[in-house]
Structure formats: structure tokens, C-alpha cells
């Protein structure tokens, strides 16, 4: 009988991973308590240390949000200043009317 499909998000991974690497767990011993293929724990593994340089890059994401907040920033501004105008206007609309003698 075939095993359900099951999915570990990133952080479970390193979870298991730290059981070994850190707190000195056999390989047999944690993939016997996740079950999970020894296969699969050592493809982690290496997915692990060949991608773990990017812990220690600086985020784009934060980046991006940086730069998503400026661009919010500086719309409000703009919106600001079209608010100033109207209101402008429509005092302006105002008087005038009061001047022509419209209701």
C-alpha cells in the first residue's frame, strides 16, 4: 500500500535537520520519528547546505517592501495636494456662486 504524499514546509525541514545536526539525533532515529526515507532527509540535507549561503544575504524582499512604501508615501502626498486643490476650487465655486446670487 502506497504512503500518502506528504508535505514539510521549510521550516519543518530544518527542524529535522537541526535534530541531527545540532542535538546529535542519528539519521535512522530521526527519520524513524518523522517518518520519513533517510533518501529524503539526506536530499534535504544537501538542498540545505547548498542554498544556506542565501540565509545570510540581505532580504529583496525587504527591498521591495522599502521601496513599495516610498512609492505609498509619496502617492498619499499627491493625493494630499489634490485635496488641497479641490477644496480650493470648490471654495472658490462657493463664492462665486454667492456673488451671482445662485441658490
Not at 539525533?25 to 520519513?36: F, G, W
Not at 536530499?43 to 517592501?65: C, L, N, T, Y
Not at 521601496?67 to 476650487?89: D, G, P, Q
Amino acid at each position: 500500500m502506497a504512503k500518502k504524499r506528504r508535505y514539510f514546509a521549510p521550516e519543518e525541514k530544518v527542524a529535522i535537520l537541526r535534530e541531527h545536526l545540532v542535538e546529535k539525533h542519528s539519521v535512522s532515529d530521526v527519520c524513524r520519528k518523522h517518518d520519513i526515507s533517510p533518501n529524503l532527509f539526506y536530499i534535504w540535507q544537501r538542498e540545505f547546505f547548498e542554498k544556506g549561503h542565501r540565509a545570510f544575504q540581505p532580504e529583496k524582499k525587504d527591498r521591495r517592501v522599502a521601496k513599495l512604501e516610498a512609492e505609498n508615501a509619496r502617492l498619499r502626498e499627491k493625493i494630499a495636494k489634490k485635496h488641497e486643490v479641490l477644496s480650493e476650487l470648490m471654495e472658490e465655486h462657493v463664492q462665486l456662486k454667492k456673488e451671482i446670487g445662485e441658490p
